[in-house]
C-alpha cells in the first residue's frame, strides 16, 4: 500500500446493502417476450422506427384535426427523430465508444425540441383580446420527443404509457377544458360583405346579440371594390363556442356575402 493513503471500511451498520440500494440485481423490463427486440439489430431498428410513427401519429392526428400548426406529419417526424438520436447514441455506446454517456444525445433532443416548438406559439390579438395559441401543441411536440427517447432506448412499455396518457390529456381533456374551465373564447373570422346593402354597423350589432364584442379589426379589400373584405377577431365569456353556430349566424344577415373561420 502506497505511503499516505487510507482505506476506509463500508459501515456495517446501514438498514439495508450497499449494493442492492445502489445497483438493482433484477430489471423488471430486461427479460419477457421483448427482449430480443432491446438489443441492437435490424428487426430491434425496424420496430423501434414503427414503434415511433404508431405513437408519433396517435398524438399529431388529435393536433392535425384541429388545424394546429403542428399536426400528423410533424409529430411523428420528431417521435422517429428522437428514437433515432438514442439508437445512434446506443450504437456509439455498443460499437465505438463503450465508456461513452449513453444519454448524451438524448438530452440534446430534449434541450433542441425547444427551437421548433417555439416555432408554434403565437400571439393573435391586441390590446385587450390578446391572446397567446400553441402552447400545447409545442408541449406535444416536445412530449412527442421524449416518446422517442422512450422507443429508441428500447423502453416499449414506457413509450406505449406515455402516449395513451398524453391522448387522454390533449383529446379528452381539451373538452372538459372547454366547458368548465376556459373563462373565454375567440374566434377569428374572415368577411365578405357588401356595405350598400348591409353596413358593418349591422354585422356588429348582430355580434353583440351573441354576446360576442369585436376585439381587432382589419380591412382586406381595396377602395376600388364595391364589396368590402374584413379580418375580424372576436371575443366571448362564459359561454362554450361553436365557429359553425356564429359563421351561420353572419350568413343570416343582409348583405353578408361569405364567411370563413380563420
Avoid at 21 to 50: E, K, Q
Avoid at 64 to 89: Q, S
Avoid at 144 to 157: Q, T
Amino acid at each position: 500500500m502506497r505511503q499516505g493513503m487510507t482505506l476506509c471500511a463500508a459501515p456495517t451498520n446501514l438498514p439495508f446493502p450497499i449494493k442492492e440500494a445502489i445497483m438493482p440485481t433484477t430489471l423488471a423490463f430486461s427479460g419477457g417476450p421483448l427482449a430480443p427486440l432491446r438489443d441492437l439489430n435490424m428487426y430491434s431498428v425496424l420496430f423501434r422506427f414503427a414503434l415511433a410513427t404508431l405513437c408519433g401519429s396517435v398524438i399529431g392526428l388529435e393536433r392535425g384535426k384541429r388545424n394546429h400548426a403542428a399536426g400528423l406529419r410533424t409529430h411523428i417526424v420528431v417521435c422517429i427523430g428522437a428514437a433515432a438520436a438514442m439508437l445512434v447514441n446506443q450504437y456509439i455506446t455498443i460499437y465505438l465508444a463503450p465508456g461513452a454517456d449513453p444519454a448524451r444525445m438524448g438530452a440534446q433532443v430534449i434541450s433542441g425540441i425547444g427551437f421548433l416548438g417555439a416555432g408554434t406559439i403565437m400571439i393573435t390579438g391586441h390590446h385587450r383580446g390578446q391572446q397567446i395559441k400553441g402552447l400545447t401543441t409545442a408541449a406535444g411536440l416536445w412530449a412527442s420527443a421524449c416518446m422517442g427517447l422512450f422507443v429508441g432506448i428500447g423502453f416499449y412499455e414506457g413509450a406505449v404509457v406515455m402516449c395513451a396518457f398524453l391522448f387522454a390529456v390533449i383529446a379528452v381533456l381539451n373538452q372538459l377544458d372547454a366547458r368548465y374551465l376556459k373563462s373565454s373564447a375567440s374566434l377569428r373570422l374572415y368577411l365578405e360583405y357588401s356595405p350598400s346593402i348591409a353596413p358593418f354597423s349591422a354585422i356588429l350589432r348582430a355580434l353583440r346579440s351573441k354576446g360576442w364584442h369585436l376585439t381587432h379589426i382589419e380591412y382586406l379589400s381595396h377602395e376600388a371594390c364595391n364589396d368590402a373584405a374584413v379580418l375580424l377577431e372576436i371575443q366571448r365569456s362564459h359561454r362554450p363556442v361553436e365557429p359553425e353556430d356564429t359563421e351561420e349566424m353572419l350568413r343570416c344577415v343582409e348583405g353578408v356575402l361569405f364567411v370563413e373561420d380563420v
